[in-house]
């Protein structure tokens, strides 16, 4: 008798959210496996179903995809999200049975911004002091006394370190079992609590100000969206300032995931897009944008700029400005981080049109780049943080420009930009 095998194939779809931060998080999985940043099991299958506008994970069985779910914020946790710093921790190695010294680790700067404002911390495994560990930790302290940045740690409870630092930033899959509905793809599924941890915009503790939690009571994000939550931080462009104390965020959102797809797959590798562990992954650092319309001017110049010199250019232009732009300025106080402004853009061909109206748009970066005003060891920004919303909205700039120059004198360039400006305003 012939034995049929069937094997069991499992599948989770997940829809286009609307939800512009969730979308590109579900753009970066499918592209981070795409392109094997990720590296999934022969046995799941990722793909964008670009018709039906939504993603399609298969696997063996729902177990199988929930461990590859895991994996994939693991993988992405350790190679993108966390750094090694210079200083360095003493640990205890079981294996060599004997003290090691490790790097301590910290998440990179936007990592930590948008996600540590709650919990998240490094912790280590620990283990009671014995009498044999006592022995071993004093000659290793002796053997690296020399070297300063090095911490041998026996905390209050009487234990040591035990293992390299990680994060307590848990991420649990769950695909089967108890469904509600989650709030931003509306499937009914398991879902988790919102909280800071696994999406920026909401936050855990009443300290937060943040504009989600105003919208719904209780919202519930399911394992799917939560991923694409925890990888949306790899599409988005951004820029921090005043002592990583600001950030500013642009991110694209499409009709579809598809159109999405390829905006992250033609326009990133034509910018030189820089990676995560950078204060930006567009911006020249050193400016101080610390306002949201100096950053918006800034950024969409930036782009102009760099994608005027590939091929095709004009075609990867209006790729760029097709999309829908959400900018926000957000600002961060000790573990309070705000979402303090928020910008809409949808003509940003406009901006465009101007950039190529200029004789030189490389020295209008120049002339842009300087109108900040040093007084004494601050640097003001308000001025040019005017003029740029004015000429995203297109209206006149000549007041500014003169409050600009009796502030800080002669400006190369200022008046001829202003001259060309009005002549292109008409
Ligand atoms: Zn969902």
Not at 29 to 37: A, D, P, R, S
Not at 287 to 310: D, G, Q
């Amino acid at each position: 008798m012939k034995e049929r095998v069937i094997k069991q194939q499992a599948t989770v779809e997940l829809p286009r959210t609307g939800d512009r931060w969730i979308d590109c998080g579900i753009i970066g999985l499918f592209n981070m496996t795409k392109h094997g940043i990720l590296e999934a099991p022969s046995s799941i299958d990722v793909r964008l179903q670009k018709e039906q506008d939504k993603l399609v994970i298969s696997g063996g069985s729902y177990n199988a995809i929930e461990g590859f779910l895991k994996d994939a914020f693991e993988q992405v946790k350790s190679n993108l999200y966390v750094e090694q710093t210079t200083n360095k921790v003493g640990v205890f190695n079981e294996e060599k049975d004997d003290f090691q010294v490790v790097p301590k680790i910290n998440l990179v700067g936007v990592v930590g911004f948008l996600f540590s404002g709650g919990d998240l911390k490094v912790k280590y495994r620990k283990k009671p002091l014995t009498e044999k560990l006592r022995k071993k930790l004093k000659k290793s302290k002796e053997l690296y006394s020399e070297q300063r940045k090095i911490e041998f740690k026996v905390d209050e409870k009487n234990r040591v370190y035990a293992s390299s630092p990680h994060y307590n930033w848990p991420y649990k899959p769950r695909l089967e079992g108890e469904a509600t509905t989650c709030s931003f793809c509306r499937r009914t599924a398991p879902c988790a609590d919102l909280h800071s941890n696994n999406y920026p915009f909401a936050v855990a503790t009443e300290h937060f100000r943040n504009f989600f939690s105003n919208l719904r009571l209780e919202p519930k994000i399911c394992s799917l969206c939560e991923l694409a939550s925890l990888l949306a931080v790899n599409c988005i462009f951004f820029n921090l300032s005043d002592g990583r104390r600001r950030l500013f965020l642009g991110i694209p959102d499409a009709q579809s995931l598809k159109e999405l797809y390829r905006f992250w797959r033609d326009i990133p590798p034509r910018v030189a897009l820089k990676p995560l562990n950078q204060s930006s992954n567009i911006l020249d650092e050193g400016y101080r944008y610390r306002h949201l319309n100096e950053s918006i001017l800034a950024f969409s110049l930036e782009l102009y700029l760099k994608l005027r010199k590939v091929k095709e250019c004009d075609k990867m232009l209006a790729e760029t400005s097709s999309k829908a732009w959400h900018f926000y300025l957000a600002s961060k106080d000790g573990k309070t981080v705000s979402f303090e402004e928020y910008a809409h853009l949808t003509d940003l061909h406009k901006l465009f049109r101007l950039f190529s109206s200029l004789e030189t748009p490389e020295e209008f970066k120049e002339m842009f780049q300087n109108l900040g005003i040093q007084q004494g060891k601050q640097w003001r920004t308000e001025f040019r943080d005017r003029m740029a919303q004015r000429i995203i909205k297109n209206a006149p700039l000549n007041e500014v420009a003169e409050r600009i120059l009796w502030e800080k004198g002669y400006v190369k360039g200022l008046t001829a930009f202003v001259e060309q400006y009005n002549i292109w305003r008409g």
